[in-house]
């Protein structure tokens, strides 16, 4: 009995040469694993020479195509033509061809890019997106990394050099200080890869862990902290409306009995309160049209305290919308960089 050829398949007495498509270029077939084609003989021998002949040309399709010399397009007409079969052909739109030119053009790029560069256009493209004080602390970070960095490549930079970096900055910067340079040093890797600078982030698993209990790392007021704060605040009720300077008392205050954020406070309007129904509106709408929320949970309706209208806030918003200010506190101003907050934290 002729042996059947490998890569063969006896069906009804027929040959039928069967081929499976390496997993790696199935995208570039439609993801079909598996080509066939009758051999229209019933003989080994026959059978043997189709064979050779499909593994020859297939295997040097395939290896055009790995190493990026032939075009998708060109492989799938290569494939309709020796299996006489319209497949790929105006069908469907193969994975995009990759030069060896390119290749060679973005390995030349990744080497030569230095960090200093990506810093710069990875500041431009997000420049848009930061606040004035994001940016303003992004530009602190982003000198102290190229400083240290800026003059390599950024494919260059390795694991071993973040990490005597980080060593050195643990001298005399807290946990938290060098978990903030390791994250924004990570953003910019991650930059790089996605405009192919580099192909690794080797920031990962550079995060500081932090081992201190909480209360070593900021600690809470106790209660009689709170009394004493109160109490020198209302005590120094009557010199803070002398020079003016009412946040000093109702901003501190507000935050106590509300929780609202120390910015929130300082650019409320009058027409936020509502002392009707003992309530304050945090909303970015105002007649000034110059307030930020953080985001759009932060729009609520927070409740005034007792204590607050006993203590004469009620009396002081009264007064304040009757000499004809729009504002809660008319002295504060938007800062840059802290917004209204800037002269109350």
Known sequence: MT??????????RTFHYRRRVPKDLRPHFDNLHEFTKTCNSTKGTDARVMRAAFDRELDLIFLTLRAKLMPPALARTRIDELFDTQKFDHKSVPPPFISADEIVEAEVKRHVMKCSTVLEQCEQMNTPNWSPKTLFEKQAIYKIINDRFGKMGIAKIKFADILAWRKELMVDRGIVTVNKYMSNLSGVFKFAIQNEYCTNNPTIG????????????????????????VSALVRHKETFYKKNRHERLWAPLLALYSGMRADEIAQ????DIDLAECCISITPIGP???????????????????????????????????????????????????GFAHEVI
């Not at 500081?208 to 704060?229: C, P, T």
């Open 3 to 12: 042996p059947i050829a490998v890569f063969m398949r006896l069906r009804n």
């Open 206 to 229: 550079l995060q500081i862990k932090d081992h201190r209990v909480e209360s070593e790392i900021r600690k809470a007021y106790v209660q009689s902290d709170i009394v004493n704060i």
């Open 268 to 271: 409320l309007d009058i027409a």
């Open 288 to 338: 000034s049209n110059d307030k930020k929320i953080k985001n759009k949970s932060s729009i609520r309706i927070v409740p005034i305290h007792d204590d607050l209208l006993t203590l004469g806030f009620g009396v002081y918003v009264r007064n304040t919308e009757h000499v004809g200010h729009t504002k809660l506190f008319p002295r504060l101003y938007r800062h840059p960089l802290n």
